[in-house]
């Protein structure tokens, strides 16, 4: 279905719970309120909510969090999903703390693709980021979430300035050698980056990245950019790997926007920007599909049109992304 602007909505983010055992100093996730567990979906209604979905168009579903790999028996979910809701897609966002033990559950259960969330390579500096992470047990895992054949295996990474943007080289070598794909993110003001000032402090723009990187590895657009997402993919000569830009801040994608949200106790969301949702959980319970029906069209025809947050005073590297 196409929302008031004519996007056609055909991607959907399902919150399996909130629950998460990193707290990375910029996320909201893994802060200490949490919901009770009776308030959570259950995987029978993600499952008829999906469904409901995919009658609106959508084929694509990536399950995040929390964490999602934390929620008991995620496989048996995959599987669900994947033999009950006819996708084209089916991916995962996570920290890849538990990816070593579940990557291939998880592939023969039917998911498609993982994205893992990866700030640094310096054990230290992931620790403190993360406050508490295990830098070697997330690289295994990801290793192995390519090994099972979870391709392309996507990894991404908030930058942030006097955090980690002296790495920013480094993790692009890292992943274009490999053959990772590596996202790099802005900072997004929202959770715990709006704290104290943090991200009018920290952010660095898309652009800024790029010339970082570009000194020392030249990079070139990706002629065959993927899927027609939020990131613009670059390649470096000879090396089998790309690197990506998600500019949500200096080069908004509002405008292509195609997806909406659920969160772990059942508000559908049609913006991340915007905290209002439309609760669908009481009629999943009540077995009344025709309301789900509703709340989806009420959310599709209420999607903002996008976010404001470029209109902050952080406006630099405005339009330098190039290529
Ligand atoms: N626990 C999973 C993980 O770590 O990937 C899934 C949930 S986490 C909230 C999803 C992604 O959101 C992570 O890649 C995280 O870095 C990113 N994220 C959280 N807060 C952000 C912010 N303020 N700006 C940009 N990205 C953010």
């Known amino acids: 279905m196409r929302d008031r602007l004519g996007r056609v909505i055909q991607y959907l983010r399902v ?3 909130d629950r998460c055992d990193l707290r990375c100093i910029y996320c909201r996730a893994g802060a200490p309120a949490l919901a009770p567990k009776r308030e959570v979906l259950s995987f029978e209604e993600i499952v008829a909510l999906v469904r409901v ?3 609106f168009g959508v084929r694509r579903v990536r399950l995040t969090g929390g964490e999602p790999l934390l929620r008991r ?14 996708l084209e897609d089916l991916s995962l966002t996570t920290n890849g703390t538990k990816l070593l ?37 997330v690289l295994a895992g990801i290793e192995r979430a390519r090994e099972v ?10 930058v942030m300035r006097g955090v980690n943007d002296d790495e920013v080289t480094d993790l692009a070598r ?3 050698k490999r053959g990772f794909v590596l996202r790099f993110i802005e900072l997004m003001p929202i959770g715990e980056a709006v704290r104290d000032g943090f991200w009018r402090r920290t952010f660095v723009a898309a652009g800024e990245i790029r010339r ?11 002629a065959e950019t993927e899927g027609g997402g939020p990131a613009r993919y670059f390649r470096a000569e000879g090396l089998p790997g790309k690197v990506g830009f998600i500019a949500s801040i200096t080069r908004p994608f509002c405008t292509g926007c195609n997806r909406l949200r659920v969160t772990a106790t059942g508000e559908l969301r049609p913006c991340l920007a915007h905290d209002a949702g439309i609760p669908v959980r009481d009629a999943l319970r009540r077995g009344d599909l025709e309301a789900v029906r509703n ?15 470029h209109e902050a005073p952080t406006r630099t590297g405005m339009d330098e992304l190039g290529g």
């Open 15 to 17: 919150s399996v719970g």
């Open 73 to 86: 028996d995620i496989v048996r979910l995959v599987s669900l999903l994947r033999e009950r809701c006819d």
């Open 295 to 309: 709340a989806f069209v009420v959310a599709i025809v209420g999607k903002p049109p996008g976010h404001r947050w």
């Open 212 to 222: 970082i990187i570009d000194r020392e590895l030249p990079l070139s657009p990706d």
């Open 101 to 137: 033990l579940l990557a291939e559950e998880l592939k023969r259960a039917g998911l498609d693709r993982v994205n893992v969330s990866l700030d640094s390579l310096r054990p230290e500096r992931y620790r403190a980021v993360t406050r508490g992470g295990d830098l070697a047990e």
């Open 53 to 55: 979905a995919r009658e």
């Open 149 to 158: 054949g979870l391709s392309p295996v996507k990894i991404n990474t908030v």
């Open 174 to 176: 890292f992943a274009l």
